[in-house]
């Protein structure tokens, strides 16, 4: 047998390099790295020896360039991922919060940790997390809960195992997610005679396994005795690359649908069975029909909270639930009827089995109505108004500045409810929403890897003062890496969209908007100046009117763009939208607080547990 004598790092690098999708594209398309002693001279040296075939790129944060990776994964449908290494202690421990949203989202990635020392020779070693009980344990054990595999090398042979098992993991269509391959900082040096045919291209194809034909013919007949079906488009569409077997699919049947955060632009905003964005903070179109159906079919989504309104949302008592996912921890949710398949074979075997079958059509009108509401809440200012902008003028703004390429983004505050609600997405990911971790801070690093997924696009970053506070540090990335994006930064001086979550629960606004926590001087943050500084073509802008020349100008500059402007927190979008379930306590002295959970009472007399 041929072997290759190399050391730990060495071989993983040629193997990772060496993966492919069935597109003829390397899954792994390179590696994100910050280095310090537990992988640069392992991982480090192994990856400066191929870098002109596996690129390696430098972030400023580790959490943030794990979000470029991961935001590079979700644009591509899953179909390509990126690694991410660090070194021990804090660098690793800074990818946890990446991991959890890789793992909330179903998205692959591969994390790098470097760990301690397998051979524990110079215990404790810098940065090293020291357990009394238990002396397998580092601080990469932290990656377990949230990793779809996890495994720590401590010996070179075991990457002929743990390789395969974590790209098996990454391409696997149910059980898609984060994998983490503690590597021992020591292990990454040593040498071993691997077997030659360890490094040969190898091709990795995306399952589609056909449904059960018992579980096909229960949804059929399912669909079949509904008077009133629905739909309910999530990430799982997109996924699948069924986007045009679900445009089908409803074609043929004449079923409504409507879509998660995850699922929007499944369908174009103007099909005329789109019904638009659902849940607490869905398009009054979207939630009367849901309201009303007797079956909810529910296509490649979870059914999150925000999507099924704490499950209050679907009032028909007889209402039935029909689940067609991937993956069978989802299709079995709240006693649905389970279909669990790939999306689109799915779509396309019941579509055939529903010949002949036609859906009454939604009532008249609910979606133009919704739309003039949308429209009138997003239209600009008139030039006489002297008011602070809202953030729903600013989507108007962006939209009408947004061409055929473009992607908006974004992850938390108030702009992931109000794009959902107001976005009007045209072809398939032409809306990037990270809203299964709503994490702040993802917005400008998946900027980036928005963009290095698809270069041709216009990548918009939508993203408010709280978050760009938080996590900013990879705009620097773009800009050095040459990355043309465009930020939009809404300031409302504070975490706006948690101070109008705190009114409505009756709470007193405290410690969310700038002015309302603990400060000797006000807060005056010179957002432009600031991006300005890691090189960005940054502006400051007053008006919706000066937004919109801005965006235009932006169009013509290579480096990153970034645009501010002060928003009013307090206003939102008052049509559509759903309860949600968020805890009122039930003791307060405060009557607004008691007030407010006599109405939560009322409300989760709704919920259903079926």
Not at 47 to 68: C, I, K, Y
Not at 404 to 409: E, G, H, P, Q, W
Not at 575 to 592: F, I, K, L, N
Request: proline share 6%; glycine share 8%; aromatic share 8%.
């Amino acid at each position: 047998m041929e072997t290759i004598r190399l050391t730990a790092a060495q071989a993983m690098v040629r193997y990772l390099s060496n993966q492919y999708n069935e597109d003829g594209d390397p899954f792994i398309a390179g590696c994100w790295a910050i280095f310090g002693h537990g992988n640069v001279a392992g991982l480090g040296e192994a990856l400066h020896g191929v870098r002109d075939s596996f690129p390696t790129w430098r972030g400023h944060n580790e959490q943030t360039m794990a979000h470029a990776a991961i935001a590079f994964a979700k644009q591509n449908r899953r179909r390509r991922a990126m690694a991410v290494t660090s070194s021990i202690g804090p660098g690793a421990t800074n990818m946890v919060t990446a991991a959890a949203l890789a793992h909330v989202n179903r998205l692959p990635v591969l994390l790098l940790p470097g760990d301690v020392f397998a051979g524990r020779g110079p215990d404790p070693v810098l940065q090293q997390v020291e357990s009394f009980s238990d002396g397998t344990v580092s601080a990469n054990d932290c990656f377990r809960p949230v990793s779809r595999y996890f495994d720590r090398i401590t010996r070179p042979e075991q990457l002929l195992a743990a390789l395969p098992r974590a790209i098996r993991t990454m391409t696997d269509p149910a059980d898609c997610g984060p994998v983490t391959l503690a590597f021992c900082q020591d292990v990454q040096t040593e040498a071993y005679d691997y077997p030659a045919s360890f490094f040969e291209n190898r091709v990795w194809h995306q399952r589609r396994p056909a449904p059960d034909m018992r579980e096909l013919a229960a949804a059929v007949d399912a669909i079949r005795a509904a008077s009133r079906p629905m739909i309910v488009a999530g990430g799982g569409v997109h996924y699948s690359g069924a986007c045009d077997a679900l445009r089908s699919f409803v074609e043929v049947t004449g079923i409504p649908v409507t879509e998660t955060q995850a699922g929007k632009s499944a369908l174009p905003w103007d099909h005329p069975l789109n019904m638009g964005p659902v849940g607490v903070t869905g398009a009054s179109s979207a939630n009367t029909v849901a309201e009303t159906a007797d079956l909810v079919i529910g296509v490649g989504t979870r059914f999150q909270d925000f999507t099924t309104g704490s499950w209050a949302l679907f009032k028909d008592p007889d209402r039935k639930i029909l689940a067609i996912n991937i993956q069978a921890y989802d299709g079995h949710k709240h006693a649905a009827i389970p279909l669990i398949a790939d999306t689109r074979i799915a779509l396309e075997q019941l579509a055939d089995e529903l010949n002949g079958y036609r859906a009454a059509p939604p009532a008249e009108n609910l979606k133009a109505d919704w739309f003039a509401a949308a429209d009138a809440v997003t239209a600009a200012p008139a030039p006489d108004d002297n008011a602070l902008p809202t953030d729903m003028q600013v989507i108007g703004a962006v939209q009408r500045a947004a061409r055929d390429n473009t992607v908006v983004m974004c992850a938390a505050g108030t702009m992931p409810g109000e794009l959902h609600k107001l976005w009007k997405a045209g072809r398939p990911m032409s809306y990037h929403m990270e809203y299964g971790y709503s994490c702040m801070g993802y917005e400008i690093a998946g900027g980036l890897g928005i963009k290095l997924a698809e270069p041709d696009r216009d990548v918009i970053v939508m993203v408010g003062d709280g978050s760009y506070m938080m996590a900013n540090s990879e705009l620097a990335t773009a800009v050095m890496m040459g990355v043309k994006i465009t930020v939009v930064v809404t300031d409302n001086r504070g975490f706006g969209c948690i101070n109008r979550l705190q009114m409505a629960t009756g709470g007193e606004q405290f410690n969310n908007l700038l002015d309302h926590a603990v400060h000797a001087n006000p807060s005056h943050i010179d957002f432009a100046a600031h991006a300005a500084s890691m090189g960005a073509d940054a502006a400051k802008v007053s008006t919706i009117a000066e937004l919109e020349n801005a965006l235009a100008r932006a169009r013509d500059t290579a480096e990153p763009s970034v645009i501010v402007i002060d928003t009013d927190p307090y206003p939102s979008t008052e049509a559509g939208g759903h309860w949600w379930d968020v805890a009122v306590p039930e003791v307060s002295p405060r009557p607004q607080v008691r007030a407010a959970r006599e109405a939560y009472d009322r409300q989760r007399r709704a919920q259903r547990a079926d």
